[in-house]
């Protein structure tokens, strides 16, 4: 705590005390590209004008977010305001700087020991040299006549040229020894360099300065908005088969975390938002279209080209499924926020990794079937189709399904509202095989110059396994769109065919190792002057 005098005043009119206390973080609600923090503070104020801050906020802090409020005592919020401040601090944390100066201090130890030792096997090298020379001249003075009896001289030779050995190699030991003692001096050195090294920290701060009628013990709490922390939405979509031949499709939902703000955020109560504070809430402006009309040239007028095209059939939700609602509405309520909450306290830590956190779960009653689409795909994929019911939606994300305890595939899933009917797949059935044949031909009629194509399409459906299983086959028929051409239906096999839309589907039953052929031929007639597309 320091005092301080307000700007503008002497210091006899107006004392003003300073307070730099630590907050907590309590609640984190995430967004899409942004996290909004709730921190409070336990603070005591004199009576008076006094400031105070508050630790630990991240210095990306969006400034005008800042929202304080106080409770308990009698006191009001006079200003706010972010300070930041860059300092000098150490790159390691105490506990290595020590470390690495006691490893200093036990290399420099090591080295002046081996470099005693060192000393030691040089003198020792030295007297034993010493006493080879003095040997030597000693066997110089002895006169040639009484060179008969030398075995104790070459006895003492012996053994001072065994000690000189020895002494020769202790000393090479010795050396090193104080080699690599001085190379572990010096790492312990650039280590307890490099933990001693100060770099720049910028360290952020909220300050309020409040005023109080009397001496108040206060809770101060206060919200902002900070970058670099967005959440997004993840499922995991389990398979469960009852022995009775039930079928229930379980959905847990995770809430996967990314934060880099810098902050401590430590059994923290996590929300998870699909709110934009960031979009404009304007409607954009729209701009003139201008349509401009020209006469058709008389080639244009001899001719009609057709195009072949795939087109999506929009439908709200799926096309089979039962709504648990009497009416769906027009628009996805996807475009109304969401706010969903962790069921426990949950630490995001400042790393950048993403953290999974799950927000719910519901089991639903659904019915699998195996679909195939042999246009697309030669194998049969299984499908569970379910209508969710509980009290929230389920979110667009990713999604792992899991078959028979392991996981089998990943995909992604789009909005699904309450009441709304959604599917699944879980994966290809190895035991069905789909092959699919098409063959066209082309007639023109004479004079007139009528064309017809026919198309005749075979499928080969095969059952490898060993049980009986349905199959539910899906193909297509194109459908004209213009009075010139014409589409007709020549020839089917046990389908139903849905003339508005143009999908054929076949419901089959297939009895264990066993190949059942279909068969499906149409007709495309068109007048002389309408150009038709290619296979």
């Known amino acids: ?78 200003a706010t305001r972010v300070l930041r401040e860059l300092r000098q601090v150490p790159t390691a944390p105490d506990e290595e700087l020590l470390d690495s100066e006691a490893d200093r201090k036990r290399a420099v130890t090591t080295r002046l020991a081996a470099e005693q030792a060192l000393q030691t096997a040089e003198v020792h090298e030295q007297r034993c040299q010493s006493l080879m020379a ?47 003692a001085r190379l572990d001096e010096r790492r312990a050195q650039l280590r307890y360099e490099q933990a001693r090294r100060l770099q720049p920290k910028q360290e952020a701060l909220i300050e309020l300065q409040l005023e109080a009628k009397a001496a108040s013990d206060l809770q101060v709490e206060v919200t902002y908005r900070t970058p670099c922390a967005l959440w997004r939405p993840e499922h995991v979509c389990r398979l469960l088969q009852g022995a009775d031949g039930s079928s229930q499709l379980q959905v847990v939902t995770s809430a996967v975390v990314w934060q880099r703000t810098g902050e401590v955020w430590h059994n923290v109560q996590a929300r998870f938002s699909t709110a934009r504070p960031a979009q404009s809430a304007a409607p954009p402006l729209l701009t003139e279209d201008a349509l401009r009309l020209r006469k058709k040239t008389d080639a244009e007028k001899r001719t009609v080209v057709v195009e072949a095209r795939d087109q ?50 519901v089991t639903l009653p659904c019915v699998v079937e195996r679909v195939a689409f042999p246009e697309r795909n030669q194998a049969a994929h299984l499908r569970a189709t379910a209508t969710l019911s509980g009290p929230r939606p389920l979110l667009a994300g990713p999604i792992h399904v899991v078959r028979n305890g392991e996981l089998c595939g990943r995909g992604r899933i789009g909005y699904v509202g309450r009441g709304e009917p959604f599917e ?89 190792r066993s190949t059942r052929e279909l068969q499906l031929t149409y007709r495309i007639e068109a007048s002389s002057r309408v150009v038709l597309p290619a296979l």
Not at 134 to 160: M, Y
Not at 432 to 450: A, F, I, N, Y
């Open 1 to 78: 705590m320091t005092n301080r005098s307000e700007p503008g005043r002497t210091p006899n009119e107006v004392e003003v005390v300073e307070f730099t206390v630590a907050s907590t973080a309590t609640r984190v609600t995430l967004f899409e590209d942004r996290a909004e923090v709730v921190r409070r503070a336990q603070v005591q104020v004199p009576a008076g004008v006094s400031w105070v801050r508050l630790t630990g906020v991240a210095t990306m802090i969006d400034d005008p977010s800042v929202l304080p409020s106080l409770k308990g005592g009698s006191a009001r919020v006079l």
């Open 312 to 361: 999506s059939i929009a439908v709200a939700g799926l096309a089979r499924g039962e709504s648990s609602v009497a009416e769906m509405p027009g628009m996805d309520d996807c475009g109304e926020p969401v706010l969903l909450q962790a069921p426990s306290p949950a630490t995001l830590l400042s790393t950048g990794q993403p953290i999974r956190i799950e927000i719910g779960q």
């Open 424 to 512: 699944v797949g879980f994966g290809p059935d190895d035991g069905l095989r789909v092959r699919r044949q098409l063959t066209e031909s082309r007639e023109v009629t004479p004079v007139v110059g009528s064309q017809r194509i026919t198309r005749t399409l075979k499928l080969f459906v095969s059952n490898l396994s060993g049980q009986q299983k349905q199959l539910t086959l899906s193909e297509r028929i194109p459908v004209s769109e213009i009075r010139d051409v014409e589409v007709t239906l020549a020839q089917s096999s046990g389908m139903h065919f849905d003339p508005k839309d143009g999908f054929a589907r076949f419901a089959l039953d297939l009895p264990p």
């Open 134 to 180: 003095a040997w030597v001249d000693a066997l110089q003075r002895v006169p040639q006549a009484a060179r008969t009896g030398l075995a104790g001289w070459r006895s003492a030779h012996q053994q001072l040229s065994e000690a000189l050995t020895t002494a020769q190699q202790q000393q090479s030991a010795a050396r090193r020894t104080l080699d690599e």
